[in-house]
């Protein structure tokens, strides 16, 4: 279900440098939310997160986005600004890149679901590069992810709740605010189509899960789109594609996770030839 120009939330340009030119600093998505995006094509949004005196990044990018960062969080909150503390809703490339220099910039802490702790299972093609990922955006010795307690929440924002929501990797996770019901969805849920080549070359806005050939278990995954929308958010914020709002979310939310959860064509063979293509990029039996 594809969501009217309306229901979508504008950016404004701030200076980056020239191999940026194309990232935008989003208006504000939520009261005390902001999205970064991070490219020209909207390579991955990062977001700061304001609670009081405080504030949080969620998530990094890829690695080589820190400065890019920094200068959107000073635009911000103002020149020497620094976060309470930095969380990954998971450790792929694209959103814990730029975590290591980040840290090691502001002093802070980076807080991970315990289920990243260890590195993700190895096994084919995105598997086996899994430690390869790993040792580019943490340098031996550098490492520095802390677990978090789901039950405890995030540090500085006593306002949001972490949501376990496993598939895309086994401990991904989003965030939710439940006085305004903003989510934060990082990979769970995303607002552009990247299983499909169409959608995804044009960035058409649409609800979608999240991208087939870099998830662990997809079966997990849709359960966790079912999980994510019984929240019913009125704010979706993603790691890929624009921020959305409006009152289309919630019941499209739905839509996807029974869409995802019971295909219409399950018994057809072609349905079974794409679900025996993509189970080749499954790494979830694959041994820790």
């Known amino acids: 279900m594809e969501a009217s120009p309306k229901d979508w939330l504008g ?3 701030f200076d980056v440098d020239r191999y ?3 990232a935008t600093l989003e208006e504000t998505v939520a009261p005390g939310v902001y999205c970064l995006v991070t490219g020209k094509r909207r390579d991955s949004n990062v977001y700061f997160v304001q609670s009081g005196d405080t504030w949080v990044l969620v998530d990094t990018a890829w690695r080589g986005r820190a400065e890019l960062i920094r ?5 911000l909150f103002g020149a020497g600004t620094r976060p309470r503390a930095i969380v990954l809703t998971h450790v792929h490339p694209d959103h814990a890149g730029s975590a290591a220099e980040l840290a090691s910039m502001w002093d802070v802490t980076v807080y991970v679901h315990p289920g990243e702790l260890p590195l993700p299972p190895s096994g084919r093609i995105i598997g086996a590069l899994a430690g390869v990922e790993r040792r580019w955006m943490f340098p031996p010795g550098q ?3 802390s677990p978090i307690d789901p039950d405890v929440g995030v540090p500085g924002l006593p306002d949001w709740q972490v949501i376990p929501t496993p598939g895309h990797t086994p401990g991904h996770l989003a965030l939710f605010r439940d006085a305004d019901r903003a989510l934060i969805a990082g990979d769970a849920v995303l607002t552009v189509n990247l299983n499909s080549l169409g959608d995804a070359l044009s960035q058409r806005h649409t609800l979608g899960g999240p991208p087939r050939f870099a998830t662990w278990n997809w079966r997990a995954a849709t359960e966790s789109v079912s999980e994510l929308a019984r929240l ?3 704010v979706l ?5 624009r921020p959305m709002t409006g009152p289309v979310l919630a019941p499209a939310l739905r839509a996807l996770g029974e869409q995802l959860n019971n295909p219409a064509s399950a018994g057809s063979a072609g349905h079974k030839l794409t679900q025996w293509v993509l189970n080749f990029f499954d790494y979830s039996r694959r041994a820790r």
Not at 237 to 241: E, I
């Open 143 to 145: 490492d520095g992810l």
């Open 232 to 234: 019913e958010p009125s």
């Open 11 to 13: 950016g404004r340009q």
């Open 71 to 75: 200068s959107a969080a000073q635009t």
């Open 20 to 22: 940026l030119q194309g």
């Open 237 to 241: 914020a993603s790691g890929h594609g």
